[in-house]
């Protein structure tokens, strides 16, 4: 298990105002959404979190460790990402790219093992991608190579899960299993923080929430504090409609 | 897959005894059976330990390590168009050949300028691409492109102010020439080197492959790798063109056809590029030997006429 610090972390967004420092505690079995409008800053959160882009001031700790000082293998094996956007520049098929997900746990003279294509092939199964595994990356719809970047992450198999938009693409029924999934991974002791854009999947599957403005300026806590409409409505500069259905808020944008 | 590098090693093998059977005295299978028994005739011997055997190994030595080179850059750039070539590499070991041949220097000089001219182009395009900020793989592939089209002026400079008697040598050289090779051994050694220990980085670039920030969140430290594999290859290109001049297509097409067979795993491509590139150069080689024996065709030719056929083959049978 691990747990994710930020102290008095300002994340490095070009040409922007400090804002608001975030502290916070990104602890085993919570779901954490991040909200914001377009170039909020939630890619460059997601990447500083993880080591990729350099803090503007403060710092990111891996379970008291301050992230700068682990080697990216050692970060590796405790944290994973699954971008927004992939580059393919090389052909390579669905069960090749699960497996690169062992990278960081095999040494260099190792090759892949059964161990290793076991957890690729129920990573794929996981997400409905194993009758794909074959086939090559790029002849996929959207939404498939979004699972399989899913499943590279669960091959993976880091304490702490950071993924931006995991619904993007997907249909609505794979949309609920990988929300489901998320959920499933944080009970079994993960951490998962999600950059996300739909508020009723927030809503329903994020225990804690981190709203980022556009000038800077974040707030966060548990799911049921956050979700205020009045908040929301200034986060997104957008009029809501709540409805009451089936004993859950959902949200709609007003016309 | 490590079927496939047996077949490989095996088309190797086949090649150099092709090669050394083959020439303007053809050797029978059993002459060339005793002469590696270490046995036959003193005329054979000579003929095939002293003359053909260092001509083939250089040849060999060459083609792998150009093919090598590319498969190199072409996980360096994630573009698979790239090649020691493209660079700029061989324009500035051309210029650096060209300019000792003018001064009617000796062959140990013209190849030390070779090798000198090489290693400036990698540090002139790396400095420049770095400039003020972080290089990416577009700006490293254009910077590269454009000094070698800057090398290519002062080639065509020098060609131009050169007195006509000197020319055929150096049209030679620029076209590729194992002829010239001086000692096979500088080629083989570093070929044979850089591939074992090139090896235990080859998972790190399939993951390289992925992209920059996908392969650093999988836990490779990127920016030391990519600086190892530039040196590396630059060091294999200027170690190639000093031992036969510059020979195109070899760096480009070999593991390129190779990914189309065998997918795209640097564990398998790496080794089984200095393989067949070595195979494709020695059969070359021969070939401008002994079509129109006794001249002798500049070998970038026959590579270039092998390959292109072969590699639009493989590319319009492919998915």
Redesign the interface.
């Known amino acids: 298990m691990s747990t994710l610090n930020t102290r008095d972390l300002i994340i490095n967004v070009p040409g922007r105002p400090d804002g608001f420092a975030l502290n916070m505690s990104i602890e085993p079995g919570q779901v954490w959404g991040v909200l914001g409008p377009n170039g909020a800053g939630k890619t460059t959160l997601l990447?500083t979190l993880?080591g990729?882009l350099p803090a503007r001031s403060g710092q990111v700790q891996l379970n008291s460790a301050p992230l700068t000082a682990l080697?990216?293998?050692?970060?590796?094996?405790q944290l994973?990402?699954v971008?927004q956007e992939?580059?393919?520049?090389?052909?390579?098929?669905v069960l090749?790219?699960a497996l690169?997900?062992r990278?960081?746990w095999?040494s260099?003279?190792d090759?892949e093992q059964g161990e290793d294509q076991r957890r690729a092939e129920q990573a794929l199964t996981t997400l409905d991608v194993d009758h794909l595994s074959d086939r090559?990356l790029n002849t996929l719809s959207g939404g498939e190579r979004q699972r399989v970047a899913i499943a590279t992450l669960m091959t993976?198999n880091p304490n702490i899960w950071l993924l931006d938009e995991p619904t993007n693409h997907l249909d609505l029924h794979h949309q609920v299993k990988v929300m489901n999934l998320m959920r499933d991974q944080a009970g079994a002791g993960k951490t998962v923080f999600l950059c996300l854009h739909d508020l009723n999947l927030a809503a329903r599957w994020c225990s804690h929430v981190l709203l980022l403005y556009t000038n800077g300026d974040a707030c966060w806590g548990p799911v049921a504090n956050m979700l205020v409409p009045d908040a929301l409505e200034r986060l997104y500069d957008q009029r809501l409609i709540t409805l009451q259905a089936d004993g859950l808020t959902v949200f709609v944008p007003a016309p | 897959m490590t079927r496939s590098l047996l077949g490989l090693g095996m088309l190797a093998l086949a090649s150099m005894a092709f090669a050394l059977a083959l020439g303007s005295v053809t050797v029978s299978p059993a002459d060339l059976w005793q002469v590696i028994q270490g046995e036959g005739s003193t005329l054979h011997r000579t003929l095939l330990l002293d003359l053909r055997l260092p001509r083939t190994l250089a040849a060999f030595g060459t083609g792998g390590l150009l093919a090598v080179a590319g498969a190199l850059m072409q996980v360096l750039l994630?573009?698979?168009l790239a090649d020691p070539y493209v660079l700029g590499l061989s324009g500035g070991a051309a210029v650096g050949a060209l300019l000792a041949m003018l001064m009617g220097m000796g062959t140990l000089i013209i190849s030390g300028s070779a090798f000198a001219g090489a290693m400036l182009a990698t540090v002139l395009v790396f400095g420049l691409a770095h400039g003020t900020g972080s290089w990416t793989p577009s700006r490293l592939l254009l910077t590269g492109v454009v000094v070698a089209a800057g090398w290519g002026a002062v080639i065509t400079l020098m060609l131009a102010i050169t007195p006509s008697y000197k020319l055929p040598g150096m049209l030679y050289w620029l076209m590729g020439d194992v002829s010239y090779a001086r000692s096979p051994w500088p080629a083989v050694v570093v070929l044979a080197v850089s591939v074992v220990l090139i090896?235990?980085?080859a998972?790190?670039l399939?993951?390289l492959?992925?992209?920059a920030?996908?392969a650093?969140?999988?836990?490779?430290?990127v920016r030391p790798l990519e600086w190892t594999i530039y040196v590396l290859a630059s060091l294999l290109t200027a170690t190639a063109v000093t031992t036969a001049g510059s020979i195109g297509f070899v760096g480009l097409i070999v593991p390129h056809m190779l990914?189309l067979i065998l997918?795209?795993?640097q564990?398998i491509i790496l080794p089984a590029s200095a393989l067949a590139g070595g195979t494709l150069l020695v059969l070359a080689d021969t070939l401008a030997r002994t079509v129109i024996a006794p001249e002798q065709l500049p070998v970038g030719v026959i590579t270039a006429l092998l390959g292109v056929p072969t590699f639009l083959y493989l590319l319009h049978r492919s998915?």
Do not use: Y
Request: charged fraction near 25%; aromatic fraction near 4%.
């Open positions: 990447h993880a990729l080697k990216r293998r050692v970060i590796a094996r994973g990402l971008f992939r580059q393919d520049s090389f052909p390579a098929t090749e790219t690169i997900g990278h960081p095999l260099p003279w090759s090559l993976q | 994630r573009n698979p090896m235990p980085l998972r790190n399939n993951v492959a992925r992209g920030m996908q650093a969140a999988l836990g490779v430290s990914r997918g795209n795993d564990r998915r």
